[in-house]
């Protein structure tokens, strides 16, 4: 049974530039949340999916914007990036019935230069 | 506001010896989960133990168990015959069930064993 996985590992940019970034939930799972975790400090919610739609959001301005897709997995879209969107970008995967259980995928590393 | 606190930066503690990271934590929220994560160096968040709100009994898994002690609004974790394993980042972590999505994070707490 395959975990959560996210996609790419790594990632260099420059500024202004887009991103994104894909994260696969966990078998069976419905709901995805996205958590930006800079150099130093806990991971911070970015915003949650479920059922296709964005259901709560974190302090993130708009540049940041997900969308999921049908079988559940999603993508995390960065625009215009700043030098302080570098971070390590983790995706968790949950039952929305069952929110205390997320499992968290390994993680993205972005890096703006 | 709801917020997790963390105080210690980073502790070394001998191999076998058992170690404790403390964690308080700050919500208006009658109904409240608690967690604690190990995250070595691949970054990958790997969850260690749960304990809810109105949990009675402290949550034990294995060598971890969480000291919880809701008057004082804290969570501290207890890991019992440290191993050079153990070496990580640990977070602790809340999840208010008014905004029941959303896990909020402390700073983490980096944890080092000695041979």
């Given at each position: 049974?395959a975990g959560?996985t996210?996609?790419?590992?790594?990632?260099?940019?420059t500024?202004?530039?887009?991103?994104?970034?894909r994260?696969?939930p966990?078998s069976?799972?419905?709901?995805?949340?996205?958590?930006q975790?800079a150099l130093?400090q806990g991971?911070?919610?970015?915003f949650?999916?479920y059922?296709e739609?964005?259901?709560?959001r974190?302090n993130?301005p708009?540049?940041?914007?997900g969308?999921q897709?049908?079988?559940?997995?999603?993508e995390?879209?960065?625009n215009?990036l700043?030098?302080?969107?570098?971070?390590?970008y983790?995706?968790a995967?949950?039952l929305?019935?069952s929110?205390?259980?997320?499992y968290?995928?390994?993680?993205?590393?972005l890096?703006?230069? | 506001?709801?917020?997790i606190?963390q105080?210690?930066?980073?502790?070394?503690?001998?191999?076998?010896?058992a170690?404790t990271?403390?964690?308080?934590y700050?919500t208006?929220?009658?109904?409240?989960?608690?967690?604690?994560?190990?995250q070595p160096?691949s970054g990958?968040?790997?969850f260690?133990?749960?304990?809810?709100?109105?949990d009675e009994?402290?949550a034990?898994e294995?060598?971890?168990s969480l000291?919880?002690?809701?008057a004082?609004?804290s969570a501290?974790?207890?890991?019992s015959a440290?191993q050079l394993?153990d070496?990580?980042?640990?977070?602790?972590?809340?999840i208010?069930?008014s905004?029941?999505?959303k896990?909020?994070?402390g700073s983490g707490?980096?944890l080092?064993?000695?041979p």
């Amino acid at each position: 049974d395959a975990g959560v996985t996210q996609s790419p590992t790594h990632l260099i940019k420059t500024r202004g530039q887009q991103v994104t970034l894909r994260c696969s939930p966990k078998s069976g799972h419905d709901t995805v949340s996205w958590y930006q975790q800079a150099l130093g400090q806990g991971p911070q919610f970015i915003f949650q999916y479920y059922e296709e739609e964005e259901r709560q959001r974190g302090n993130f301005p708009d540049r940041f914007s997900g969308h999921q897709f049908p079988n559940y997995s999603s993508e995390l879209n960065v625009n215009a990036l700043l030098l302080g969107d570098s971070a390590l970008y983790l995706c968790a995967s949950s039952l929305e019935a069952s929110q205390e259980t997320q499992y968290f995928g390994p993680g993205t590393r972005l890096l703006v230069l | 506001a709801q917020k997790i606190t963390q105080t210690q930066p980073g502790m070394f503690v001998q191999e076998k010896e058992a170690v404790t990271l403390d964690c308080t934590y700050d919500t208006s929220d009658q109904s409240y989960g608690l967690f604690w994560y190990k995250q070595p160096s691949s970054g990958e968040m790997i969850f260690l133990i749960y304990q809810g709100s109105y949990d009675e009994q402290n949550a034990t898994e294995g060598r971890y168990s969480l000291n919880f002690q809701k008057a004082r609004k804290s969570a501290n974790l207890v890991i019992s015959a440290s191993q050079l394993g153990d070496s990580a980042m640990y977070f602790c972590a809340m999840i208010p069930y008014s905004s029941a999505s959303k896990i909020i994070f402390g700073s983490g707490t980096r944890l080092s064993i000695r041979p």
